[in-house]
Protein backbone atom coordinates (compact mmCIF):
# COMPACT_ATOMS: atom_id res chain seq x y z
CA UNK A 1 0.00 0.00 0.00
CA UNK A 2 1.52 3.69 -0.67
CA UNK A 3 4.65 3.31 -2.25
CA UNK A 4 5.38 -0.55 -0.88
CA UNK A 5 4.19 -3.68 -1.11
CA UNK A 6 0.55 -3.98 -0.98
CA UNK A 7 0.11 -6.13 1.55
CA UNK A 8 2.34 -5.19 4.12
CA UNK A 9 1.20 -3.06 6.92
CA UNK A 10 2.61 0.43 6.87
CA UNK A 11 2.81 1.81 10.27
CA UNK A 12 3.69 0.70 13.84
CA UNK A 13 1.97 2.07 17.17
CA UNK A 14 4.33 5.13 18.09
CA UNK A 15 4.03 8.48 19.54
CA UNK A 16 3.44 11.66 18.04
CA UNK A 17 4.46 14.97 19.10
CA UNK A 18 4.43 16.90 15.91
CA UNK A 19 0.84 19.10 16.09
CA UNK A 20 1.30 20.44 12.40
CA UNK A 21 0.12 19.28 9.49
CA UNK A 22 -2.70 17.31 11.43
CA UNK A 23 -5.89 15.76 9.71
CA UNK A 24 -9.02 14.23 11.35
CA UNK A 25 -10.63 11.50 9.23
CA UNK A 26 -12.65 8.25 9.39
CA UNK A 27 -11.07 4.64 8.71
CA UNK A 28 -12.64 2.97 5.87
CA UNK A 29 -15.58 0.89 6.60
CA UNK A 30 -16.57 -2.79 5.40
CA UNK A 31 -19.60 -0.89 3.70
CA UNK A 32 -16.81 0.89 1.72
CA UNK A 33 -15.00 -1.84 0.30
CA UNK A 34 -16.11 -2.17 -3.82
CA UNK A 35 -17.52 -5.44 -4.42
CA UNK A 36 -16.22 -7.26 -7.35
CA UNK A 37 -17.99 -7.68 -10.57
CA UNK A 38 -17.64 -9.27 -14.01
CA UNK A 39 -16.66 -7.41 -17.13
CA UNK A 40 -15.71 -9.18 -20.22
CA UNK A 41 -15.45 -12.72 -18.16
CA UNK A 42 -12.85 -10.88 -16.03
CA UNK A 43 -13.25 -9.83 -12.15
CA UNK A 44 -12.98 -6.68 -11.91
CA UNK A 45 -13.66 -3.34 -8.77
CA UNK A 46 -13.21 -0.05 -8.87
CA UNK A 47 -10.03 2.05 -8.16
CA UNK A 48 -11.33 4.44 -4.82
CA UNK A 49 -9.35 7.28 -6.27
CA UNK A 50 -9.65 7.33 -9.79
CA UNK A 51 -12.66 4.89 -10.79
CA UNK A 52 -10.65 3.32 -13.22
CA UNK A 53 -11.35 -0.48 -13.63
CA UNK A 54 -8.77 -3.19 -11.61
CA UNK A 55 -8.63 -6.37 -13.09
CA UNK A 56 -8.21 -8.88 -9.68
CA UNK A 57 -7.65 -11.90 -11.35
CA UNK A 58 -5.81 -13.94 -9.37
CA UNK A 59 -5.61 -11.81 -7.05
CA UNK A 60 -9.05 -12.07 -4.60
CA UNK A 61 -7.23 -13.37 -1.42
CA UNK A 62 -5.25 -10.35 -1.50
CA UNK A 63 -6.66 -7.79 1.25
CA UNK A 64 -5.57 -5.01 -1.82
CA UNK A 65 -4.56 -4.44 -5.01
CA UNK A 66 -2.44 -1.61 -6.70
CA UNK A 67 -4.63 0.45 -9.57
CA UNK A 68 -2.14 0.66 -12.85
CA UNK A 69 -3.37 4.21 -13.37
CA UNK A 70 -3.14 6.17 -10.35
CA UNK A 71 -0.77 3.57 -8.36
CA UNK A 72 -2.98 4.10 -5.28
CA UNK A 73 -4.58 0.88 -3.41
CA UNK A 74 -7.62 -0.18 -3.15
CA UNK A 75 -9.45 -3.01 -0.38
CA UNK A 76 -11.04 -5.64 -1.81
CA UNK A 77 -11.80 -7.38 1.24
CA UNK A 78 -12.27 -6.64 5.19
CA UNK A 79 -8.97 -5.64 6.93
CA UNK A 80 -7.74 -8.25 8.82
CA UNK A 81 -9.04 -9.21 12.34
CA UNK A 82 -7.65 -6.13 14.80
CA UNK A 83 -7.10 -3.89 12.28
CA UNK A 84 -8.45 -1.42 10.02
CA UNK A 85 -7.94 1.16 6.61
CA UNK A 86 -7.16 4.19 6.65
CA UNK A 87 -7.16 6.84 3.44
CA UNK A 88 -4.70 9.66 4.32
CA UNK A 89 -5.76 12.90 2.27
CA UNK A 90 -2.88 12.07 0.14
CA UNK A 91 -4.45 8.96 -1.08
CA UNK A 92 -2.32 6.87 0.24
CA UNK A 93 -3.72 3.83 1.67
CA UNK A 94 -2.79 2.52 5.05
CA UNK A 95 -3.68 -0.22 7.61
CA UNK A 96 -3.05 0.12 11.23
CA UNK A 97 -4.04 -1.34 14.91
CA UNK A 98 -8.29 -1.07 15.02
CA UNK A 99 -7.50 0.53 18.51
CA UNK A 100 -5.18 3.40 16.87
CA UNK A 101 -6.38 7.12 17.10
CA UNK A 102 -3.19 8.80 15.90
CA UNK A 103 -0.71 7.86 12.99
CA UNK A 104 1.33 9.35 10.73
CA UNK A 105 1.41 9.17 6.75
CA UNK A 106 4.54 7.45 5.88
CA UNK A 107 4.75 9.00 2.23
CA UNK A 108 7.82 11.45 2.28
CA UNK A 109 6.47 13.83 0.45
CA UNK A 110 3.32 14.12 2.84
CA UNK A 111 4.31 13.20 6.72
CA UNK A 112 0.45 14.27 7.81
CA UNK A 113 -0.34 13.22 11.52
CA UNK A 114 -3.85 11.79 11.28
CA UNK A 115 -6.49 11.87 14.23
CA UNK A 116 -8.82 8.72 13.66
CA UNK A 117 -12.70 9.43 13.74
CA UNK A 118 -14.34 6.24 16.29
CA UNK A 119 -14.16 3.38 13.68
CA UNK A 120 -17.33 2.92 11.51
CA UNK A 121 -19.61 -0.37 12.36
CA UNK A 122 -20.60 -2.94 10.08
CA UNK A 123 -24.26 -1.23 8.84
CA UNK A 124 -27.07 -2.66 10.96
CA UNK A 125 -29.14 -5.33 9.48
CA UNK A 126 -32.14 -4.20 7.36
CA UNK A 127 -35.15 -4.47 9.22
CA UNK A 128 -36.32 -6.84 6.53
CA UNK A 129 -37.73 -10.43 7.68
CA UNK A 130 -35.44 -13.67 7.88
CA UNK A 131 -32.42 -11.07 6.39
CA UNK A 132 -28.89 -11.85 8.70
CA UNK A 133 -25.69 -11.29 8.83
CA UNK A 134 -23.31 -14.31 7.38
CA UNK A 135 -19.70 -14.95 8.08
CA UNK A 136 -18.34 -16.60 4.98
CA UNK A 137 -16.35 -19.81 5.99
CA UNK A 138 -13.74 -19.81 2.70
CA UNK A 139 -13.05 -16.10 3.27
CA UNK A 140 -14.05 -14.98 6.93
CA UNK A 141 -15.95 -11.66 5.12
CA UNK A 142 -19.33 -10.43 6.04
CA UNK A 143 -22.00 -10.45 4.00
CA UNK A 144 -26.02 -9.93 4.33
CA UNK A 145 -28.51 -12.85 3.38
CA UNK A 146 -31.98 -13.27 3.29
CA UNK A 147 -32.83 -16.36 4.96
CA UNK A 148 -36.19 -16.99 3.52
CA UNK A 149 -34.44 -18.14 0.32
CA UNK A 150 -33.62 -21.61 2.09
CA UNK A 151 -30.78 -22.32 -0.80
CA UNK A 152 -26.94 -22.31 -0.87
CA UNK A 153 -25.30 -18.89 -1.06
CA UNK A 154 -22.40 -17.43 -3.48
CA UNK A 155 -20.11 -15.15 -1.38
CA UNK A 156 -19.97 -11.99 -3.03
CA UNK A 157 -16.32 -11.55 -2.25
CA UNK A 158 -14.45 -14.63 -2.51
CA UNK A 159 -17.51 -16.43 -4.81
CA UNK A 160 -17.60 -19.66 -3.21
CA UNK A 161 -20.67 -21.64 -2.55
CA UNK A 162 -21.59 -22.54 1.42
CA UNK A 163 -24.40 -23.33 3.09
CA UNK A 164 -25.86 -20.93 5.52
CA UNK A 165 -25.98 -22.35 9.07
CA UNK A 166 -25.65 -26.53 8.98
CA UNK A 167 -29.99 -26.92 8.60
CA UNK A 168 -30.56 -25.62 4.96
CA UNK A 169 -27.39 -28.20 3.71
CA UNK A 170 -28.62 -31.23 5.81
CA UNK A 171 -32.12 -30.75 5.05
CA UNK A 172 -31.57 -30.83 1.24
CA UNK A 173 -29.16 -33.62 1.29
CA UNK A 174 -31.87 -35.69 2.95
CA UNK A 175 -34.15 -34.61 0.19
CA UNK A 176 -32.17 -35.55 -2.47
CA UNK A 177 -30.70 -38.79 -0.53
CA UNK A 178 -34.81 -40.18 0.04
CA UNK A 179 -35.29 -39.60 -3.57
CA UNK A 180 -32.66 -41.15 -5.06
CA UNK A 181 -33.36 -44.04 -2.85
CA UNK A 182 -37.27 -44.03 -4.27
CA UNK A 183 -35.96 -43.64 -7.64
CA UNK A 184 -33.34 -46.80 -7.14
CA UNK A 185 -36.11 -48.89 -5.52
CA UNK A 186 -38.47 -47.80 -8.80
CA UNK A 187 -35.84 -48.16 -10.97
CA UNK A 188 -34.88 -51.93 -9.27
CA UNK A 189 -38.61 -53.18 -9.28
CA UNK A 190 -38.97 -52.26 -13.20
CA UNK A 191 -36.02 -54.13 -13.70
CA UNK A 192 -36.89 -57.08 -12.21
CA UNK A 193 -40.81 -57.28 -13.21
CA UNK A 194 -40.12 -56.90 -16.51
CA UNK A 195 -36.94 -58.86 -16.90
CA UNK A 196 -38.82 -61.94 -19.27
CA UNK A 197 -40.48 -58.94 -21.47
CA UNK A 198 -36.79 -57.57 -22.32
CA UNK A 199 -35.56 -60.18 -23.59
CA UNK A 200 -38.56 -60.02 -26.09
CA UNK A 201 -39.10 -55.96 -26.74
CA UNK A 202 -35.16 -55.61 -26.96
CA UNK A 203 -33.07 -52.53 -26.22
CA UNK A 204 -35.45 -50.01 -25.88
CA UNK A 205 -36.19 -51.25 -22.07
CA UNK A 206 -32.67 -51.56 -21.19
CA UNK A 207 -32.60 -47.93 -22.33
CA UNK A 208 -35.50 -47.17 -20.03
CA UNK A 209 -33.47 -49.46 -17.25
CA UNK A 210 -30.15 -47.15 -17.58
CA UNK A 211 -32.28 -44.43 -17.56
CA UNK A 212 -33.65 -44.86 -14.10
CA UNK A 213 -31.14 -45.79 -12.62
CA UNK A 214 -28.86 -43.15 -13.82
CA UNK A 215 -31.29 -40.47 -12.36
CA UNK A 216 -31.02 -42.19 -8.92
CA UNK A 217 -27.04 -41.83 -9.09
CA UNK A 218 -27.38 -38.13 -10.19
CA UNK A 219 -29.66 -37.54 -7.08
CA UNK A 220 -27.25 -39.25 -5.04
CA UNK A 221 -24.73 -37.15 -6.26
CA UNK A 222 -26.38 -34.02 -5.27
CA UNK A 223 -27.09 -35.73 -1.68
CA UNK A 224 -23.36 -35.99 -1.32
CA UNK A 225 -22.56 -32.31 -2.86
CA UNK A 226 -25.11 -30.64 -0.17
CA UNK A 227 -23.83 -33.19 3.00
CA UNK A 228 -20.49 -32.45 2.07
CA UNK A 229 -20.85 -28.19 1.81
CA UNK A 230 -19.05 -26.52 3.95
CA UNK A 231 -20.83 -24.49 6.37
CA UNK A 232 -21.07 -20.42 7.16
CA UNK A 233 -21.64 -18.66 9.75
CA UNK A 234 -24.75 -16.70 10.87
CA UNK A 235 -23.28 -13.74 13.47
CA UNK A 236 -25.76 -12.84 15.96
CA UNK A 237 -29.16 -13.08 16.78
CA UNK A 238 -31.10 -14.41 13.62
Known amino acids: MGDSNETQALLRDSVIDEEENVSTISPIGPDEVPPPYEQAGQPMVTCRVCQAMIDISGKREQHVVKCSECNEATPIRNAPPGKKYVRCPCNCLLICKSSSQRIACPRADCKRIINLAPSP ?48 ARAKGIK ?48 IYFFAMKVSVIEGPM
Open 121 to 168: VTPPVPTLPGMCRVVCIHCQDTFLYQLMKNSPVRCPHCRKVSSVGPRM
Open 176 to 223: FALLSLIFFAIALGVTLGTLSAAKTHGGGIYVAYVGAFLLAFILAGRA
